[in-house]
């Protein structure tokens, strides 16, 4: 029943159609860079997901999507390490297999789902979205997923669901990262319901068409294109339903340089961060003007009107 | 001896401007090669100014004193990396964007922290050399005590760059205090060892 209550994008919605016609081109590219890391043996543990079912691209025909090792060997992934590098070197500790993920606060049906049966009844659909990091720099990532929203509708959130809260596993002995410290773990981000529930928060579990490295996040991740990366939690054990808004994690730790919304904005600049422009990698120049919610405004805009983001960044 | 010693260690420590120029024609420096260059940089200026401050002390507690001819060099080197990590910013970061380089270096911290650190190196490396030392006389060692602020300053931020300020710039923080608070100990201990100028005796 939920498969067809599940909002769908059209993909003309998002990306013009000549791009969108492209897609084949884009996909044959695509897979032509997985298969070589694969026969690298960058990719060994991953395995297909065969049943994808749309390719949506929301970015413009001259962005080139990131290739597969520059987006599995770059990575902000404290638990194992605070090096770019590091998460790639020890993700493969962490065991993903099996996985259960707790749905639960305020909410009708909470429950514990192994990670197949709680993907199981959606359709796989592939999604290229800019990715821009609080740190100035920004790829171009297909990722493979379902909507956040098709999940959260399984566990029928209550009235006094307003916020989404999500957090990551906690496995110090599979975690080197843990044990220097750094933030107050275990890592938690959270969303407003409606951004939760709307139709590009999208819950991935793959990239490239295979299911998702560690270090990117295995075995189910956060992707929410129109935010600073952080916001989208890596390895989700619990989704909670709250009726406030929910400390994350790098607020927590320094609420001057972070807020709760986070929102791609290069009008906001607290006091770490100069947000203006980004680098687009591999490139060496950070040339490229940051676009207002990472050039999705047209689609989530209309959350936000009101609201002044300078105050509520 | 030092004829051999001291050109090997002038290349030795291009080593690392070489691994970067290397890695930038071969792609070896990762998918943020900007940042690869921007971090290596200023590691090595970090690591240069550690160096030379080191250059003092190890003089004075092992009495090797032929280590205070290369003091010059790593000091240099300091600021060779430095003004690399610098241009990296300027060309890397802003492109020549100068109006918004004057508007970033205030307002950011750690960025005014590593500017600051930057700028006090110029007179120091501009009057290292043998005519300026002469010229200077005794204020030459005044002047280049600004050293020790620079080093403090980059320290500085090192620990405000980072986003968690945990490992590495904890770590240049120690050594740093470490060799300054070598040369206050130091200090201390020859004004109390210099007669006629005892701190007074308590009763005895």
């Known amino acids: 029943m939920l498969i067809k209550n599940a909002p769908e994008i059209r993909a003309s919605e998002i990306t013009d159609e000549s791009h969108y016609l492209r897609r084949r081109e884009f996909i044959r590219l695509a897979t032509g860079v997985a298969f070589g890391a694969l026969a690298a043996g960058k990719a060994e543990a991953q395995t297909p997901l065969p049943n994808i079912t749309k390719h949506i691209v929301t970015t413009a025909a001259d962005e080139k999507v990131n290739s597969f090792q520059d987006i599995t060997s770059y990575n902000n992934y404290y638990e194992f390490g605070m090096g770019k590098n590091d998460p790639q070197r020890y993700a493969g500790r962490l065991k993903i297999s099996p996985w259960t993920v707790k749905i639960d606060g305020a909410c009708a049906k909470p429950a514990d789902y192994h990670i197949e049966d709680l993907i199981k009844p959606f359709e796989l659909e592939e999604r290229v979205y800019r990715h821009r990091c609080v740190e100035a720099w920004s790829m171009v990532i297909p990722w493979v997923g379902i909507p956040l929203a098709s999940v959260l509708k399984l566990a029928e959130p209550t009235s006094k669901a307003t916020f989404v809260e999500f957090t990551t596993v906690l496995r110090p002995t599979e975690m080197p990262g843990l044990s220097s410290g750094g933030l107050n773990w275990p890592y938690t981000e959270g969303l407003r319901l409606d951004e939760a529930m709307h139709p590009l928060t999208l819950l991935a579990v793959g990239l490239y068409g295979k299911t998702l490295m560690n270090q990117n996040g295995a075995p189910i991740r956060l992707v929410v294109p129109w935010k600073y990366g952080f916001k989208g939690a890596k390895s989700i054990v619990r989704i909670r339903f709250v009726s406030k808004m929910p400390v994350t994690s790098w607020v927590e730790e320094n609420p001057d340089w972070y807020g709760f919304y986070s929102n791609v904005n290069p009008n906001v600049n607290p006091v770490r961060w100069d947000q203006s422009r980004e680098r687009r990698l591999p490139g060496f120049f950070a040339t490229r003007k940051t676009e207002l919610f990472n050039g999705y405004g047209e689609q989530v805009g209309s959350m936000y009107s009101g609201m002044d983001l300078k105050k509520f960044y | ?204």
Request: glycine share 6%; net charge positive; charged share 15%.
């Open chain 2, 1 to 204: 001896m030092r004829r051999i010693i001291k050109p090997l260690a002038f290349l030795a420590a291009l080593l690392p401007v070489a691994w970067l120029v290397w890695g930038i024609f071969q792609g070896t420096l990762g998918a943020n090669p900007a940042e690869t260059i921007q971090l290596q940089t200023g590691r090595w200026a970090l690591k240069f100014l550690v160096l030379t401050l080191a250059v003092t002390p190890v003089r004075r507690l092992t009495g090797w004193n032929t280590v205070i001819q290369y003091r010059r060099m790593l000091g240099l080197f300091a600021f060779f990396y430095a003004s690399l990590h610098f241009t990296s910013y300027i060309v890397l970061d802003q492109f020549f964007d100068w109006g918004a380089i004057v508007r970033d270096v205030p307002k950011r911290p750690f960025i005014l922290m590593g500017f600051t650190a930057f700028v006090l190196l110029i007179p120091l490396a501009v009057t290292s050399t043998k005519g300026w030392i002469r010229r200077l006389g005794r204020r030459w060692q005044a002047l280049h005590r600004l050293i020790y602020v620079s080093a403090i300053c980059a320290t500085i931020h090192f620990i405000w760059k980072v986003k968690v300020a945990t490992g590495d710039p904890t770590v240049y923080a120690t050594i740093v205090a470490a060799l300054l608070g070598f040369r206050v100990a130091w200090s201390v201990r020859k004004r109390i060892q210099r007669p006629g100028r005892t701190v007074p005796q308590s009763a005895a």
